[in-house]
């Protein structure tokens, strides 16, 4: 390549690369979620955080999130973007993940009463701010409607995560946390996968497979007692 400045192949696809670190999820359980929404309760961060926990959207879907997704006749959201941060690019736009990202996730009651009453407050902030306000269509905007660059909202939360003596929880972890206790819950693999926008069931499996060892046990015991009882 030196001499003749011409590649028959691309040598790089026949580097092997590394493996990942494998990154042992934190133990989550539903106490820890509610002291971050606790601790959130009357910042910018309290809606996005709640919303992350029962929903189980990633950083970038939280913040690409477009009110015309937010479906209120159905009690549901629809993820169709993402919101990302590179030294290249900056903050811009892009699709989601993988094409199972582009998933319909459901809403209950509660989230959906607590999306109505945001919106209404931004518009209220829509009008006070006049033209100087950059309406992208934004759920969760800066003040001024343009993106919330995703490094300065990890960076809030990890001060937030601390407050509560959660040092280096991240916002990633809600998802974690989501899928986890909804697993332990009883929650099919299936559902759980749908929510998450993975790919196949065995993706879902192969991250939280502790989060559902209680369950095989349970099931285990349950049917040896029905079978092997005297």
Known sequence: ??????????????????KADYRELPAINQ?????????????????????????????????????????????ALYVTESLEQTREHGVRFKGPKSTSSRRFI???????????????????????TGLAYADNDLVFPNPDGTPWPPDSFTAAFGKLASLVGLKG??????????????????VS?????????????????????????GLGRQA???LSRTILAP
Do not use: C
């Open 169 to 186: 929880f991240r916002f990633h972890d809600l998802r974690h946390g989501f899928a986890s206790i909804s697993l332990a819950n009883g």
């Open 189 to 213: 693999i299936k559902e759980v996968q749908t929510l998450m926008g993975h790919s196949t069931p065995s993706v879902t499996l192969s991250v939280y497979a502790r989060s559902i060892e």
């Open 1 to 18: 390549m030196r001499e003749e400045r011409i590649l028959i192949e691309n040598v790089v696809a026949l580097v092997k690369p590394p």
């Open 31 to 75: 106490e820890i979620i509610k002291r971050i929404i606790g601790v959130a309760h009357g910042t910018r961060l309290e809606l996005p955080v709640s919303l992350a926990a029962v929903s189980g959207l990633r950083r970038g879907e939280i913040l690409a999130l477009r009110w015309r997704n937010v479906d209120f006749e159905k009690n």
């Open 106 to 128: 459901p809403l209950a009651p509660e989230s959906v009463e607590r999306l109505r009453s945001h919106q209404a407050e931004q518009g209220e902030i829509k009008a006070h």
């Open 220 to 222: 285990v015991n349950d």
